[in-house]
């Protein structure tokens, strides 16, 4: 194995999975006989603070490098979350997901280096620039798309420049900083790596320009080469690619799949079925590839063996993931790591049990890239 595998945590407690069409625990509802909360401790509550813990301990003792903090209307805030959570791991690395037009550069330096300081140089980037839409109002930002990536090119400069001089100045269009630098004891901490997250011509220019990993949901593989290509033509270094993915694997394909066939049952019951994502280029690219089209059949949305394009039909977030038994999904990752993939952020729900069981059973089959 030899990508870096991260695992997705709960930031917004335990949404209901279709298939079991119950709420779970966390922030979402109270524990209850027959959900999937475990039991608390008498006279104590498990909320979801102790669950997202929960979660990092499973998935370091699992085999994954880290996790991916998301950061929505919904959700804990990642920064204070990454701080709280570091002392129930060792090496755990978290990607914190952000989006710069909500942070001031030099604010977002001091506190990503003094989490880095906290934690022994274990914090991750997650640059998001924002979908638009209702959800990007939510945060007050009316900046236009092209000019959230244009911003987010100059938070990155900026961030880095406070960082690596003792005295920073800068003049920009969103920015303007004069004397920048880190507090002397901070300095010298290593700077994050960064995950660059975006589908729009303006979003792959900027990750050429930034970013370390160029961070894409799950596509059909070829479409998928094809916008690492273009990743690499506008890039200023040479960049790698990760991908995110869920994953739904049990010991058969038949299970697996029975697993889809009970959600799929449900989905009447999901909360905005169909589910706008604003400007997202990402979401609106999966509608190209076959993705939560018009039907009754869910196998209609099995784009490439194992490879599914009905996940939003059974929770939020991308439309793609894989589907299918313990080797079948350890070989389609592998194929990927093929394609140029150095590392994915992986999630299933409930995020507890199924890190469990692809840290125990996917995982340990991975090979790695054969050439």
Not at 8 to 19: D, Q, T, V, W
């Given at each position: 194995?030899?990508?870096?595998?991260?695992?997705?945590?709960?930031?917004?407690?335990?949404?209901?999975?279709?298939?079991?069409?119950?709420?779970?625990?966390?922030?979402?509802?109270?524990?209850?006989?027959?959900?999937?909360?475990?039991?608390?401790?008498?006279?104590?509550?498990?909320?979801?603070?102790?669950?997202?813990?929960?979660?990092?301990?499973?998935?370091?003792?699992?085999?994954?490098?880290?996790?991916?903090?998301?950061?929505?209307?919904?959700?804990?805030d990642p920064w204070a979350a990454a701080s709280m959570l570091a002392p129930a791991s060792q090496g755990y690395r978290f990607m914190i997901a952000f989006q710069p037009g909500f942070l001031h550069p030099v604010q977002a330096a001091r506190m990503s280096a003094t989490l880095q300081a906290a934690t022994g140089g274990r914090v991750v980037y997650n640059i998001i620039s924002g979908g638009g839409g209702p959800q990007q109002l939510w945060w007050g930002d009316k900046v236009a798309h092209d000019d959230r990536y244009a911003r987010t090119s100059e938070f990155l400069d900026v961030l880095r420049g406070v960082w690596t001089t003792p005295s920073f100045d800068y003049h920009g269009r969103f920015y303007q900083v004069e004397g920048g630098h880190l507090p002397e004891r901070l300095r010298g901490q290593p700077f994050p790596e960064i995950f660059f997250s975006g589908s729009s011509p303006a979003a792959i220019d900027a990750a050429g320009r930034h970013a370390d990993y160029y961070l894409s949901w799950l596509e059909p593989f070829g479409p998928l080469a094809e916008k690492f290509a273009a990743v690499r033509a506008?890039?200023?270094?040479?960049?790698?690619?990760a991908v995110r993915v869920d994953v739904l694997a049990r010991e058969t394909e038949e299970e697996a799949w029975d697993e889809v066939r009970r959600g799929w049952s449900y989905r009447a019951y999901a909360n905005g079925e169909a589910r706008a994502a604003g400007e997202s280029v990402g979401w609106q690219r999966s509608r190209q590839f076959g993705a939560g089209g018009p039907t009754d059949d869910y196998r209609d949305l099995e784009v490439a063996p194992n490879v599914w394009g009905g996940f939003d039909q059974l929770r939020p977030g991308p439309a793609f993931g894989l589907v299918g038994d313990y080797h079948q999904v350890a070989e389609r990752l592998d194929e990927l790591m093929n394609l140029g993939v150095d590392s994915f952020i992986l999630a299933g729900v409930p995020h507890l049990e199924e890190a469990r069981r692809v840290g125990s059973r996917v995982l340990p089959l991975l090979k790695g890239r054969t050439s």
């Open positions: 194995m030899s990508a870096d595998i991260y695992w997705r945590i709960a930031m917004e407690g335990e949404s209901s999975a279709l298939r079991y069409r119950t709420a779970t625990r966390g922030g979402f509802a109270p524990h209850k006989a027959g959900n999937l909360a475990p039991s608390p401790r008498a006279g104590e509550e498990f909320g979801s603070a102790d669950y997202m813990a929960e979660v990092v301990r499973a998935t370091e003792a699992s085999g994954f490098v880290g996790g991916l903090m998301p950061s929505f209307p919904q959700t804990d506008h890039a200023t270094r040479a960049p790698k690619f």
